[in-house]
C-alpha cells in the first residue's frame, strides 16, 4: 500500500474495508467533533457499518466514481479526504475532508486536499472541483478560502442533517485557478 507523506508525522494512504476495527475507533473519536456536519460520522456505528462505508468507497474506487483516503498522525488515523463524487464525463469532482478533534490545527486538512487535487487536475483532467458545505460550519469554509476555492452561491435548505434543513455553499476551484495559485505559489518554478 503507499503512503504520502503531510510531514511531522502525518501521511496520507487509502482507507481500506480489512481496516474497518481501525476507521470505526477513528470515528468514535471524531463523532463529536464532526457529527455535527459529516453525516458518516454519526451514521457508523459499529463495525458492520463501518465496513460497508469502507465498501461503499473501495466499490467507489473500482468504478471510478470516488475515492476514500485516511490522514495517520505518528500511526493513528486522526481524519480523512474524500471524492465523493468523481465524475469523468463532466471533469468535476467534489472533495469532502474531516478530522477528529486531536488533529485539529495542524494544516493536516490543508496538506492532504492539495495532494488529492493535484493529483484530480494533473493526473484524471478534472477541470472542476467542488467543496459543499453547511453554511454553519465556519472551520469548513475558512479551510476551503485557505485551499482558494471560490463561493459559488447557496443551496438553500437542501440538506436535511439530525433534524435541521441546512444551507449548503457550493465553493469550487477550476483546474486554471489551481495552476495559476500552485505556481505562484512556488515563485513561477
Not at 459529516?38 to 461503499?56: I, N, R, Y
Not at 468504478?63 to 490522514?71: A, E, H, P, W
Request: glycine residues 10%; aromatic residues 10%.
Amino acid at each position: 500500500m503507499f503512503a504520502i507523506s503531510l510531514g511531522e508525522g502525518a501521511e496520507l494512504r487509502p482507507i481500506e474495508p480489512w481496516q474497518a476495527q481501525e476507521f470505526l475507533g477513528h470515528i468514535e473519536r471524531a463523532r463529536e467533533y464532526a457529527g455535527a456536519w459529516v453525516p458518516f460520522t454519526v451514521t457508523v456505528k459499529d463495525l458492520e457499518t463501518a465496513k460497508s462505508f469502507l465498501q461503499t468507497y473501495a466499490d467507489k474506487q473500482a468504478s471510478d466514481t470516488g475515492r476514500l483516503y485516511g490522514i495517520w498522525l505518528e500511526g493513528t488515523l486522526v481524519g480523512g479526504v474524500l471524492f465523493r463524487i468523481f465524475d469523468t464525463a463532466s471533469d468535476s469532482c467534489e472533495i469532502g475532508v474531516w478530522l477528529e478533534p486531536s488533529a485539529a490545527g495542524r494544516g493536516l486538512v490543508n496538506k492532504a486536499s492539495r495532494v488529492l487535487i493535484d493529483w484530480a487536475v494533473d493526473q484524471r483532467g478534472m477541470h472542476r472541483v467542488e467543496w459543499l458545505v453547511s453554511s454553519r460550519n465556519d472551520r469548513s469554509k475558512a479551510a476551503a478560502a485557505r485551499l482558494g476555492f471560490v463561493k459559488d452561491g447557496v443551496l438553500r435548505e437542501s440538506f436535511p442533517w439530525q433534524g435541521v434543513r441546512h444551507d449548503m455553499e457550493v465553493w469550487s476551484v477550476l483546474a486554471p485557478e489551481w495552476r495559476a495559485a500552485r505556481e505562484t505559489a512556488h515563485g513561477g518554478r
